[in-house]
């Protein structure tokens, strides 16, 4: 791990490192798994490059494959970071048929999502009733983007982050703007999407059954997370009349996401149409559909228009603790990767991701990967039945018949293992003293979830080595190379060496060491 040093314009050192905090929740498990908690870090000599060429503000794309992933290519004074962008439908207020939600109900438990909240999350984060909103602020997006670059002379590629947070109305996007900085400095335009959030958790059984309020949200989180792709598209399109002050190559854009944010990202790589959609939003028979509910999943609600195809622009996905829901009828990685492919000829969009092994969110345990509606009984009618902030009167989700489960979460790890198993390029990081994110740092301010890598990182130093391996991993797809990277593919708690370029330009250098 390097870690840079740089000059301020007042002069004083500070470390590339120096970011604000991140808290997140380290969380418990129970039960076997088939990886050992105290597998022992493996350490080499670190056989990381320097920069093959200087920095050069007209040669900036990772794509030239100049730079070296581990390490930084623009100076942090370089970032531009902008003031909120609305993605919303421009010159349309209220537009027709949109809706967001807030429910009184909304409150975290400590816990059971991404982050540890603080007093200032909480101010004023839930509302003193349930009530609709009919205006678009939710929707907005902030751009970090290299000043000094002539992006006449080449486009960069974009990477589109979607935060954590359970889908509840007290997250925000905030808590990405150290990852957004860093993801910055190593060559992208780097775009953090805020969206609707609000939900009720099952509070009668917390942790087991999913409401109709979390269904609803995370359907509407999938549109906006569609409909900001789109419209960061059209914007490089009208480009001469935009007057943006970056410009991104609109072929190459990567996603990414944490936890509720990579449901997102995950559903925007692999669900490509409609019917896909509702077979992971199942209702009972005869009862109205989410489209129904909420309108179609590629909804007329944003800047970019319906029309505009983003599916075949996306590169390349990175998963950070999280996954997505899949039909129960698939049951394993043949018949998963059948059902993901449908209608889509091409492999599957190259994936990276990591996680946990004592995630109880998105669990490496397949028995415990199963998602239950709430049954319909009159404890749970307030979980099973809504009527706020619809297109239609009522919206109804029970189908839980004998409590069996109505579809599986996929996590992260299983992602990997379809795209392995299938032929598709993939690679996986496997922290196994990690819960559902990172751990809060301790005492000495040291972060131990830290996916093996040497010595003992602050919680900052550890997001860094993340952005370092998926954006080494990005610029390989972009050099069309990730389909020959060497070496390991699956990082179980030891660090990865593996850096772009040597002294040839090879984007696709093997790792240096064996991991447990």
């Not at 597998?39 to 990381?48: F, L, P, Q, R, S």
């Not at 319906?306 to 990685?333: A, D, Q, R």
């Not at 706020?388 to 299983?414: A, G, S």
């Not at 997001?463 to 020959?484: D, K, P, V």
């Amino acid at each position: 791990m390097i870690l840079n040093k740089e000059k301020t314009q007042h002069g004083l050192l500070v470390s590339a490192f120096h970011f604000p905090a991140i808290y997140l929740l380290h969380e418990g498990f129970s039960g076997d798994h088939s990886i050992t908690t105290d597998a022992v870090k493996k350490h080499t000599v670190n056989t990381t490059m320097p920069f093959a060429q200087p920095y050069d503000h007209t040669v900036i794309s990772p794509a030239n494959c100049n730079n070296n992933m581990a390490g930084y290519t623009i100076p942090l004074d370089s970032i531009r970071k902008s003031a909120p962008l609305s993605y919303a439908k421009s010159g349309v207020s209220p537009i027709p048929n949109f809706h967001d939600v807030k429910y009184k109900d909304d409150n975290p438990t400590q816990g059971d999502d991404d982050f540890i909240y603080t007093e200032d999350d909480l101010k004023g984060c839930a509302a003193l009733n349930d009530f609709c909103e009919t205006d678009s602020s939710a929707l907005n997006y902030i751009v970090y983007s290299h000043m000094n670059v002539d992006y006449d002379k080449g486009k960069l590629p974009c990477i589109i982050i979607f935060h954590a947070g359970g889908f509840s109305d007290c997250s925000t996007y905030k808590y990405e703007d150290s990852l957004c900085y860093a993801m910055a400095r190593k060559g992208f335009v780097v775009f953090n999407v805020e969206y609707r959030r609000g939900r009720i958790k099952d509070t009668i059984e917390l942790g087991k059954y999913t409401s109709v309020q979390q269904m609803l949200a995370i359907y509407r989180a999938f549109q906006d997370g569609r409909g900001a792709i789109r419209s960061i598209i059209k914007r490089q399109f009208n480009i001469a009349n935009n007057h943006l002050p970056y410009q991104i190559d609109t072929n190459h854009i990567f996603v990414v996401g944490q936890s509720a944010g990579a449901s997102i990202a995950n559903q925007l790589a692999y669900y490509t149409d409609q019917a896909m959609i509702d077979s992971i939003f199942p209702v009972p028979a005869g009862e109205p559909s989410f489209s129904a509910a909420l309108g179609p999943i590629n909804a007329d609600y944003y800047f970019g228009d319906t029309s505009i195809e983003y599916h075949s622009k996306i590169k390349g996905l990175c998963s950070m603790w999280g996954g997505f829901p899949i039909p129960m009828v698939n049951n394993n990685s043949i018949d998963e990767y059948k059902f993901l492919t449908r209608g889509y000829k091409n492999p599957l969009i190259p994936f990276i991701g990591f996680m946990g092994i004592k995630d109880p969110v998105f669990p490496y345990e397949a028995k415990k990967q199963k998602i239950y509606y709430p049954p319909d009984d009159t404890s749970n009618a307030k979980y099973v039945i809504e009527t706020n902030c619809l297109l239609i009167d009522t919206m109804k989700i029970n189908i839980n018949q004998n409590n069996k489960p109505n579809l599986r979460m996929e996590c992260t790890n299983d992602i990997f293992t379809i795209l392995k198993d299938n032929g598709n390029a993939s690679l996986q990081y496997i922290d196994t003293s990690m819960g559902h994110g990172l751990s809060k740092p301790d005492s000495l301010n040291i972060c131990h979830s830290d996916f093996g890598v040497a010595g003992d990182l602050t919680l900052n130093q550890v997001n860094e080595y993340l952005a370092s391996r998926f954006c080494f991993y990005f610029q390989s797809i972009l050099n069309g190379t990730e389909g020959a990277l060497g070496g390991i593919r699956k990082f179980i708690f030891c660090e990865d060496y593996r850096h772009s370029p040597d002294a040839s330009g090879n984007c696709a250098t093997a790792a240096d060491h064996d991991c447990p």
